[in-house]
């Protein structure tokens, strides 16, 4: 470099350093001083070394860790193949912790490109693949990792993730789910937990408005993060949140409080940090009195500061703390446990929940909705990519069973931290969907309501209400509801899809009836429409649409939906016995009629005994023309030409017209049945 341009860089360093640091002048020995000081700065750089790296990520300060790496990487000589790889596959092991997905996987590609050695790689890679959505590329990398180890459940069910992940996107379940922005910002936000006896409070961990705001985690490359608090105000809309200012707060990673359920002691991870020797997270308690928190104090769940215990989680009732830990004798990664209460502040011994619930992977987050249901989020059960929340519910015989909740709760990115509004099928989630940093925000999810229901009517033969009439329901959903119809003679119950009820309709001095139904199976909205109408037992009931042959006592085939009505009135009522009667009209002789008559009632009655009812239960009876029909107020109504009480009588027909004639004979002409007890076959 010639002088003229060495000095003329000097000015422009001059004129730069005096614009930063606003100095109004400069002698010129002040420049050279300082131009001094800057080429001291220059040299006394320390250059990075692996084992400067290898110290950061050996003390969980992946973030640092990683930049770390990316120099080292750069600086290496592509010729250095086994460095290149080495240095690679850790880069990508940092970034994938600190959730960077898309540098992670290029670095864990160079790793693979310069042949690392070990088959670990192809797990990190599927995991990866995975959680970008790239399936096919995460099956074949899954496949690579199982013929060194064809026994890994965690490259197992990676593969069974993916092979599953087309069906869920493909057939999403009813949750609505959409980001929450009033607690949203544009720093990172998740571990929401619904608080107070009508869910009016929403705690989070955030990295916005920290105690320290010069704080960067070395972890994470961010702020740390603090407990925030969103509230509602009266019109129950949720107002800004503002920053758990108690003692609470500090200037270390603060997050996942969970509350008991009188909403005073609050459980959260606290995550000091230390320059020289790896921490760990651990469980801290609050209690509060009033509006305030107290200072937390660390939970006395272990003895060691060594052990790593998260994400509490206390049950409803208060009898267990659930949480996370990577303690001995796990099932890899990090387990959900649980510890008997006693108290709020002592602890029984610690419990793993077994295998059903724990995998290879990272079992996180908990969240206890009853004491048989269970959430979480985990990498180790088949999912869509990253974690994924799940539902576990215990049987009766303490075994769990686990669901993946689908989409749109999961998606490729990570998906933790839910909390549910009491009951309700609703309430907030974390995710970091959608953002290309990585970052994770709160989400809203909220199941529709769906409605199945049974409605109707319950009326008399002539379809008029009945006074003081009930429907009962059983259901095999342990359902058993007495209802009272309403006095327009409606009914109306809410029911559950996919499950088998009995339904019986009654009313005083009336025959019983029952219905059978199954709800469907499929999530949607669904009414279904059943009318009762009873048979009286105190006078007697026409069976409509009963056809014989011509001056014959045959039945027609037209006539079986009647009788099978009839038969179903019978079983639906065992100990009655009945008589049935047969009508003619005015026409032919009275001795003719009643043969005939006779003969026809005999017909259903052995029709009757052919389908399995009693013989000792039927009566047959020939009334011919002796007994002509009495006008009711349902004929009348649509027959105005016949008022109410109206005998037809022959007497009575012959002075109508002979349109009118032939209504009044076939009104004559009827098969009827009358109860005659009520204690058949009574023990």
Request: overall charge negative; glycine content about 8%.
């Amino acid at each position: 470099m010639k002088i003229r341009q060495y000095i003329s860089l000097l000015h422009l360093l001059r004129k730069v350093i005096i614009q930063k640091l606003c100095f109004i002048k400069m002698e010129w020995g002040g420049f050279y001083l300082i131009t001094t000081l800057i080429f001291a700065l220059f040299f006394s750089c320390k250059t990075v070394k692996l084992a400067d790296a290898e110290e950061k990520q050996r003390l969980g300060e992946y973030y640092n860790a990683a930049e770390m790496y990316r120099k080292l990487y750069t600086k290496t000589k592509s010729d250095e193949k086994e460095l290149r790889s080495y240095i690679a596959f850790r880069m990508g092991e940092c970034n994938r912790l600190i959730n960077n997905t898309g540098r992670a996987l290029s670095a864990y590609r160079n790793a693979l490109r310069y042949a690392y050695p070990d088959s670990s790689l192809y797990l990190r890679l599927g995991q990866l693949y995975q959680r970008n959505g790239s399936y096919a590329e995460a099956i074949n990398n899954y496949e690579q990792y199982l013929k060194t180890y064809p026994n890994s459940a965690l490259a197992a069910n990676g593969i069974k993730g993916s092979e599953m992940a087309a069906g869920m996107n493909s057939n999403p379940t009813l949750y609505a789910v959409a980001r929450a922005e009033i607690f949203n910002s544009r720093r990172s936000e998740f571990s929401p937990m619904l608080n107070g006896e009508k869910f009016d409070q929403l705690y989070f961990s955030s990295t916005r408005g920290v105690v320290n705001k010069d704080s960067v985690n070395g972890v994470t490359g961010m702020k740390n993060t603090a407990l925030h608090v969103s509230k509602k105000n009266d019109q129950g809309i949720w107002i800004k949140p503002v920053l758990v200012e108690d003692p609470v707060a500090s200037d270390f990673d603060e997050g996942t409080p969970s509350f008991t359920k009188d909403g005073n002691t609050m459980y959260y991870t606290y995550c000091p940090e230390d320059a020289e020797e790896p921490r760990t997270a651990e469980i801290y308690i609050s209690t509060r009195s009033g509006a305030a928190w107290g200072k937390g104090q660390r939970a006395q769940i272990v003895k060691d500061s060594v052990t790593m215990l998260a994400h509490p989680a206390v049950s409803p009732d208060g009898k267990y703390l659930y949480f996370v830990t990577d303690a001995v004798g796990g099932f890899g990664g990090k387990d959900l446990f649980r510890a008997r209460l006693v108290g709020a502040t002592d602890f029984g011994a610690m419990e793993n929940l077994g295998a059903e619930i724990n995998t290879e992977g990272d079992e996180l987050f908990p969240y206890v909705r009853d004491s048989s249901t269970i959430y979480f989020a985990s990498n180790g059960h088949p999912g869509l990519g990253g974690l994924d929340i799940f539902k576990a519910t215990q049987d009766s015989t303490g075994k769990w069973d686990v669901s993946n909740m689908g989409v749109p709760i999961n998606s490729i990115a990570d998906d933790f931290g839910i909390t549910f509004e009491g009951v309700n099928e609703r309430g907030y989630f974390s995710s970091n969907r959608n953002d290309a940093r990585g970052w994770d925000h709160i989400y809203s999810f909220a199941y529709p309501t769906i409605t199945i229901s049974i409605q109707g009517y319950v009326s008399d033969k002539d379809e008029y209400v009945i006074d003081g009439a009930m429907v009962y329901i059983v259901g095999r959903d342990g359902l058993n509801v007495k209802v009272p119809v309403k006095p327009d003679g409606s009914y109306r119950v809410e029911l559950e899809r996919d499950i088998s009820y009995v339904m019986m309709a009654n009313a005083p001095n009336y025959l019983n009836q029952f219905f059978e139904l199954h709800t469907d199976p499929e999530e949607k909205n669904e009414t279904y429409y059943v009318d009762f109408f009873l048979s009286p037992i105190d006078k007697p009931v026409v069976v409509e649409n009963i056809f014989y042959e011509f001056d014959k006592a045959n039945l027609l085939p037209e006539s079986k939906e009647a009788l099978d009505g009839l038969i179903k009135i019978l079983n639906d009522n065992p100990n009655v016995t009945i008589e049935l009667g047969s009508h003619a009209d005015r026409k032919g002789s009275v001795d003719y009629n009643i043969g005939l008559a006779q003969r026809r009632a005999q017909s259903v009655v052995d029709y009757l005994i052919a389908a399995g009812i009693a013989e000792a239960r039927l009566t047959a009876k020939g009334y011919g023309k002796s007994v002509p029909k009495t006008v009711t107020k349902k004929i009348s109504e649509t027959n105005d030409f016949l008022p109410e009480g109206t005998v037809l009588t022959e007497e009575f027909v012959l002075t109508l017209t002979p349109e009118q004639q032939e209504i009044a004979d076939q009104l004559n002409r009827r098969t009827e049945f009358q109860v005659t007890g009520l204690d058949y076959d009574m023990r």
